[in-house]
C-alpha cells in the first residue's frame, strides 16, 4: 500500500531535550515536505526536500533541522524544543514538485512543556 | 507572496442540504488549485484538484471550478452527509519559479459538520 508514515504519533517532552520525528514513504517520491498545523493559521512549511542531499527552508524553518540521506525518509529534528513549537506535524511527499498531488502522513501531534 | 482565504468556519448544515466553501486565492503565475480533507484524526488527504483555468475538479459529489478572472476555487456539493463532516483546506501550488515554485500554501481550514 502506497503510504507515508510518521513515528511518533503522540508525543510529549520538555523544552531542550532533543526529538526527532521519523517520516518515511515508499513510493519513490523525489518531493518531500514537512508542514506544522496551528489553528486559524492552516498548514504552514517548515521544510523542503527535491531530492537526496537537496533541501530548503519552508516559511517557518526556525528551530527546525531536516536530512535527507535516503529517498524514502525525511526526519524532522528538533534540537532543542520550545513551547511555541507545540503542534499537530504532517510529513508529505510527490513526485516531484509542481503540480503532483502530495500525499501526507497522519501526523504527530507533539506537546512540548 | 501567495496567499488562500477561506471562508470562516465552522459550517454546521443538516444532511441533504447544500454545501459551499468558498476560496479565493492571491498567487503570479498559474498556479494549481486544490482541496484536501482531513477527517477526524487522520491526515490531510486530496479531495480534487484543478491546473489551469477553467478546469473543474470532482469527487465524490464535490466539485470546484478553477475561475481565473475571479481568483477564486469555491467548493460545492449538492447534498452532504454525516460522513462528509471533517475540516476542508483550499490550497495552491505555485509554478512561479524560483523557491517558491511547487510549494503548497493553504487556507486556514474550514470544519464542517454535519448533522442527521
Known amino acids: 500500500e502506497a503510504q507515508v508514515t510518521q513515528n511518533p504519533r503522540y508525543l510529549i517532552t520538555v523544552t531542550g531535550k532533543k526529538l526527532t520525528v521519523t517520516c518515511s514513504q515508499n513510493m519513490n517520491h523525489e518531493y518531500m515536505s514537512w508542514y506544522r498545523q496551528d489553528p486559524g493559521l492552516g498548514l504552514r512549511q517548515i521544510y523542503y526536500s527535491m531530492n537526496v542531499e537537496v533541501t530548503d527552508k519552508g516559511d517557518v524553518p526556525e528551530g527546525y533541522k531536516v536530512s535527507r540521506k535516503e529517498k524514502r525518509n525525511f526526519p524532522l529534528i528538533l534540537e532543542s524544543p520550545s513551547p511555541n513549537q507545540t503542534s499537530l506535524y504532517f510529513c508529505?511527499?510527490?513526485?516531484?514538485?509542481?503540480?503532483?498531488?502530495?500525499?501526507f502522513g497522519p501526523g504527530t501531534r507533539l506537546l512540548v512543556l | 507572496g501567495d496567499s488562500v482565504t477561506q471562508m470562516e468556519g465552522p459550517v454546521t448544515l443538516s444532511e441533504e442540504a447544500f454545501l459551499t466553501i468558498n476560496c479565493t486565492y492571491t498567487?503570479?503565475?498559474?498556479?494549481?488549485l486544490f482541496w484536501y480533507v482531513q477527517y477526524p484524526g487522520e491526515g490531510l488527504q486530496l479531495l480534487l484538484k484543478a491546473t489551469k483555468a477553467d478546469d473543474k475538479g470532482s469527487n465524490k459529489g464535490f466539485e470546484a471550478t478553477y475561475r481565473k478572472e475571479t481568483t477564486s476555487f469555491h467548493l460545492e456539493k449538492g447534498s452532504v452527509q454525516v460522513s462528509d463532516s471533517a475540516v476542508y483546506f483550499c490550497?495552491?501550488?505555485?509554478?512561479?519559479?524560483?523557491?517558491?515554485?511547487?510549494?503548497?500554501?493553504f487556507g486556514q481550514g474550514t470544519i464542517l459538520t454535519v448533522h442527521p
Open positions: 508529505a511527499s510527490s513526485l516531484d514538485r509542481g503540480r503532483e498531488t502530495q500525499y
Open positions: 498567487a503570479t503565475g498559474y498556479p494549481s
Open positions: 490550497a495552491l501550488s505555485s509554478n512561479a519559479g524560483g523557491t517558491s515554485y511547487g510549494k503548497l500554501t
